[in-house]
C-alpha cells in the first residue's frame, strides 16, 4: 500500500510508513472528510500522495499526439475525485489505470518514432542508389 | 519481469537519469533541426491515418520554435503546447525530484472537475482546428502565421 502522507510504497500489512513513520494502520491519523475537500492529508506536503500521472497523461495526448492519451488523463481525474472523497483503495485502482494508459500511448509513441527513423534511414539508403 | 525491475533499490533514480537523459538529447536534437523540415521526425499518427490534426499536431514544432526563441511561431504551431509546456515542466521536475529524494514540488491538488474540463478542453482544441471556418483554421498549425 502507498503511504497516504508521503506516497512511499510500503508492504501491505506494514504498522508505519517506512519512509515518514506514519501510522498506516486502518482508522489512524486524520479521517478523510467526506465532501468539499481539495487538499487530502499529504498532497500539500508531498504533491503525491497516489500519483495520478496527469502529467505524463497530458504529455502523452499532446506530444505523442496519440489518442490513448485521453483515457490517461480521465484516470487521473478519477484519482482525485476518489481522494476527494476518501476513497483511496478506488483511486489506488483509477492510478493504476492512469499508469497504465500513460505506458501504452508511450509504446505506440515510440513505435512510431522508431518506425519514422526507420523509414526515414531506409529511404535515405535507397535514395542514394543509382535507379 | 519489468515490475520486479523497477522495485529494485534505486531503480527509479535510473529511470529519471534516463528520462533526464532523452529529455537533454531531445531537446539538443529539436533545436538542431527544424521538424518541419527535416524529415526524419515521426509524423503524428492520427494525422498520417486521418488527415486530421489532432490536439498535438505542430507541437514538435513550436518546441523547435520555442527552443529558437521565437514565441510568435511558436504560438502559431500549436498555441495548447505553449500554454501547458510550463506547467508539464514543473510537473515533470516535481516527479523526478519524488523519486530522487522522496520529496516532490509543491502541488495543488487539482479537483477532478478541472482535470475533466482540460481534457474537455484539449478534446475541443483538436475537433476545432478541423474545422473548415476560417476562424478556426487558425488553430492549425502554422495557422495564425498564414497569409
Known amino acids: 500500500m502507498f503511504c497516504t502522507q508521503c506516497g512511499a510504497n510500503n508492504a501491505d500489512n506494514a504498522a508505519v510508513c517506512v519512509q515518514c513513520g506514519r501510522n498506516l494502520q486502518p482508522g489512524a491519523g486524520m479521517p478523510l472528510p467526506a465532501t468539499g475537500v481539495v487538499m487530502p492529508p499529504g498532497t500539500a506536503a508531498s504533491g503525491i500522495a497516489i500519483q495520478n500521472y496527469l502529467v505524463f497523461a497530458i504529455l502523452a495526448t499532446v506530444l505523442c499526439c496519440l489518442p490513448a492519451g485521453i483515457p490517461a488523463i480521465v484516470y487521473a481525474a478519477q484519482v482525485n475525485g476518489k481522494l476527494a472523497q476518501g476513497d483511496i483503495a478506488g483511486a489506488q485502482k483509477a492510478s493504476d489505470n492512469a499508469k497504465m494508459w500513460c505506458w501504452i500511448s508511450f509504446g505506440l509513441g515510440l513505435a512510431v518514432t522508431v518506425g519514422s527513423v526507420l523509414l526515414f534511414m531506409a529511404g535515405a539508403i535507397t535514395g542514394l542508389r543509382p535507379h | ?147
Open chain 2, 1 to 147: 519481469m519489468i515490475k520486479r525491475f523497477l522495485m529494485v533499490e534505486g531503480a527509479n533514480r535510473w529511470l529519471v537519469g534516463a528520462g533526464a537523459l532523452a529529455l537533454v538529447a531531445g531537446a539538443i536534437t529539436l533545436r538542431m533541426f527544424d521538424p518541419a523540415t527535416a524529415g526524419f521526425f515521426p509524423p503524428c499518427p492520427v494525422r498520417y491515418l486521418t488527415g486530421w490534426y489532432c490536439p498535438g499536431c505542430g507541437s514538435l514544432r513550436a518546441m523547435h520554435q520555442l527552443l529558437e526563441g521565437n514565441l510568435r511561431a511558436a504560438w502559431a504551431m500549436n498555441p495548447l503546447t505553449v500554454i501547458l509546456l510550463p506547467f508539464l515542466t514543473y510537473g515533470l521536475a516535481s516527479h523526478a525530484l519524488y523519486e530522487v529524494r522522496g520529496r516532490g514540488l509543491p502541488r495543488l491538488f487539482l479537483p477532478a472537475v478541472w482535470i475533466r474540463a482540460l481534457c474537455a478542453a484539449i478534446v475541443l482544441f483538436g475537433i476545432a482546428r478541423n474545422l473548415p471556418l476560417h476562424a478556426f483554421q487558425l488553430l492549425a498549425p502554422g495557422g495564425i502565421v498564414r497569409p
